[in-house]
Structures are given as structure tokens and as C-alpha cells.
């Protein structure tokens, strides 16, 4: 049953960014605000509006990583895990190779009996022909879950290799940093944020468990880059050139990425290779949510159980800017401009961030000390 006493929503206190217990709580008390009569979380809301909207079989997946890191770490979540994950493996729906990556990450922590069954579609939908079109990120989730479950004692190790090495094709020839698909289209050189940070977290964590000799080199120079790209702010830019290796379109600027993405990789690289500047360089990010961006503005609202979402171009500016500067960067070979409009605040809320800020800081609390 899912749980909707008031209990759970109640106003949490104000927190800063060397308070995690106080972000954790938060968390905490935002979560059930945000999951559906039918078990599983929404999609978004907007700020203000009661009503949730959509459903996520993915978003409800990485929530559920994110509990299992909590509950691993010590703590007792607020949502119930096994009501969750019956919810998800039964509700009928297709998912695809990314989505049963996640799946088998979250699986391989549970020592799950379906483990077996979301091997067997891994394996039958991972086909060569297949991979290619994946976007970056999903294609980093299938190396995470089936690295996972090779730790984990599954026979797993097959799938791992193919996983891995289908994520190296998608390095630029000249660059550090990873291509969108590796299918030959012109966004295939236009990767966002997300497509670096999760090929980052593929690699550190493939890195941490020895999968693979050439992970730490690989983790470090994709970091590297990733580091020098950054904002003056530590805001962590959304669209690349992947071959130049270059920014084309700075916006948009999610608070996600700044609280839970690059930390959730780059606490994992430093992990990985004892090397504490990629952990310091997260936390010198996460200052941004806390006001020190361009808006001066603090992202969570504890009152509201909301955190908003991103400073993104103002209006229409913000299809002008991005349409233009992809293409400058993707066809014109031109680094990005400055923009017009104006920013604003993005005034809707996932409940997927909520999940990643446990994964990024539960068992990592004392890291906020690096800044």
C-alpha cells in the first residue's frame, strides 16, 4: 500500500549546502508528494498546481535506486521499496535496453529472483543493430546494470563485455569527450550533459570494480574535459561539440546535474582512483543550487516540497538560442554565442531528482566538507 498520512508531508526545516542530513530530509518528505494512486511516480509538476502530471516507469526506477543506495547507507526510507518495485516489474509496459539497465543496477542490489528474466531481455534486445540508436545515457545505464550484476554474482559477464564496448564506440576520434548515438546523424556530435555525466558514471564504475584496464584513463580525460567546460558559476553547461570538444548551447541549466548527476560520477571516479579534485569539483557545484548562479537563486523550496528544475532561456528565446546554436556548432563549426532573451527559472519538478540527490549523497554526507 502506499503510504499518504500527513506525516509524511510534513514542512521539513531549512537546510544549506553543509546541512545533507537536512537535503536528505527533504527528499524524504517530497517523495510520497510525488507518486501516483497506482504506486508509481508522476512524470513532473508544476510549481503551485496540485495536480501531477503523467507517469514514468523510468523515473520511478531511478527513485528506487535512489532508495536502495538510502536504505543501504543506514537510513529508512519513507517510501516502501518492495511496494515500489512490485509496481514496477508488474506494470505492463515494453522497456527498453536503457530502462532494463536501471532495472538490473536496482535488481543487482536487491539480489532480486527477476534478475534472471531482465538478463534474458538484455540479452535479447541488445543486439548490435539495436545499440547504435540508443541515446548516450542509456547506452551508459546498460554498462552500469550489467557491471552491477557481474559484482553481484549474476552471469552477467557476456552481456558486460558487449555493454562496454559498444560505449567506446561512441568516443569522439579527437576528443575526450562521447558522442550522442553512434549511428550516423547530425546529433550524434551534439551530446547534452547527460550523455557526459552517465558515460563518466559508466566508466568510474567500471574503474571501481576492476572491469576493465582502460576505464581509469578513459574516466579521467572524459572528467578533465568535462571540468574545464564548466560555467564561471560551476553550472554544468547542456550541449556540446563533441569532436571539437567545445560548448554550443550553455542552457539548459539543471539543478539535477548540479546536486546529484556530476556528483553521483564524480564522487565515483574519486573512488575509484583516490584522487579527491573530482569529488572537490562536485561539491563546487552543488554551491549553484544554493544561490551562487546567475539568478542568485536557492532551487528547493521545503515548504512547497519542491525543487525546481532549471534557469533555462526566457520564452521563446529559449528554442531561438538552441536552434541556433546547435546548428552554428553542428554545421557551422562555431563555438556558442552568448544568447538573447534573457533566463528564467524552470518552475517544474521530477520526482527522478529527488531519487538521484539519495544516490549521489547517502553514504557520502561528509564530502561537503571539500568546499
Not at 532508495?67 to 518492495?82: C, H, K, V, Y
Not at 531481455?121 to 541488445?126: K, P, Y
Not at 550516423?184 to 564504475?205: M, Q
Request: hydrophobic share 40%; net charge neutral; charged share 20%.
Amino acid at each position: 500500500m502506499i503510504d499518504t498520512s500527513a506525516d509524511r508531508t510534513k514542512l521539513t526545516r531549512r537546510f544549506d549546502s553543509h546541512d545533507i542530513e537536512g537535503l536528505v530530509d527533504f527528499v524524504d518528505s517530497t517523495l510520497p508528494t510525488l507518486r501516483l494512486k497506482n504506486g508509481l511516480f508522476c512524470f513532473d509538476k508544476v510549481f503551485g498546481a496540485q495536480q501531477l502530471r503523467g507517469e514514468s516507469i523510468r523515473y520511478s526506477i531511478l527513485v528506487l535506486l535512489g532508495l536502495l543506495r538510502q536504505a543501504n547507507s543506514g537510513a529508512r526510507p519513507t517510501t516502501d521499496i518492495e511496494d515500489l518495485y512490485r509496481t514496477i516489474v508488474e506494470y505492463p509496459v515494453s522497456l527498453g535496453v536503457g530502462d532494463l539497465g536501471l532495472l538490473l543496477w536496482a535488481e543487482a542490489r536487491m539480489g532480486s529472483r527477476h534478475s534472471a528474466d531482465t538478463l534474458a531481455r538484455l540479452e535479447t534486445q541488445s543486439r548490435d543493430q539495436t545499440l547504435p540508436r540508443l541515446e548516450g545515457m542509456e547506452a551508459a545505464w546498460f554498462v552500469i546494470g550489467t557491471a552491477e550484476a557481474v559484482v553481484a554474482g549474476l552471469p552477467a559477464r557476456q552481456l558486460f563485455d558487449r555493454a562496454y564496448g559498444h560505449l567506446l564506440t561512441r568516443r569522439s576520434p579527437s576528443s575526450p569527450l562521447f558522442r550522442h548515438t553512434s549511428a550516423a546523424t547530425a546529433r550524434a556530435k551534439l551530446p547534452n550533459f547527460a550523455t557526459e555525466i552517465y558515460s563518466l558514471l559508466a566508466l568510474a564504475e567500471t574503474a571501481r570494480h576492476g572491469l576493465a584496464a582502460d576505464a581509469p584513463t578513459q574516466a579521467r580525460r572524459l572528467a578533465d574535459t568535462l571540468i574545464e567546460l564548466r560555467r564561471p558559476d560551476a553550472g554544468w553547461p547542456w550541449l556540446y561539440q563533441a569532436d571539437r570538444a567545445v560548448v554550443v548551447e550553455p542552457y539548459e541549466v539543471y539543478s539535477v546535474h548540479q546536486d546529484a548527476m556530476a556528483p553521483m560520477a564524480l564522487f565515483a571516479l574519486s573512488e575509484a582512483t583516490g584522487d579527491q579534485s573530482y569529488a572537490r569539483a562536485a561539491v563546487e557545484g552543488f554551491q549553484w543550487c544554493f544561490g551562487r548562479n546567475e539568478l542568485g537563486f536557492v532551487f528547493y523550496d521545503a515548504d512547497a516540497h519542491f525543487a525546481h528544475r532549471s534557469i533555462k532561456r526566457r520564452g521563446s528565446a529559449h528554442s531561438l538560442n538552441l536552434w541556433a546554436n546547435t546548428g552554428l556548432g553542428g554545421l557551422l563549426n562555431l563555438n556558442a554565442r552568448t544568447g538573447f532573451g534573457g533566463v528564467e527559472i524552470n518552475q517544474t519538478c521530477r520526482p527522478y531528482h529527488l531519487g538521484w540527490i539519495l544516490e549521489a549523497w547517502c553514504g557520502r554526507e561528509h564530502l561537503h566538507t571539500l568546499v
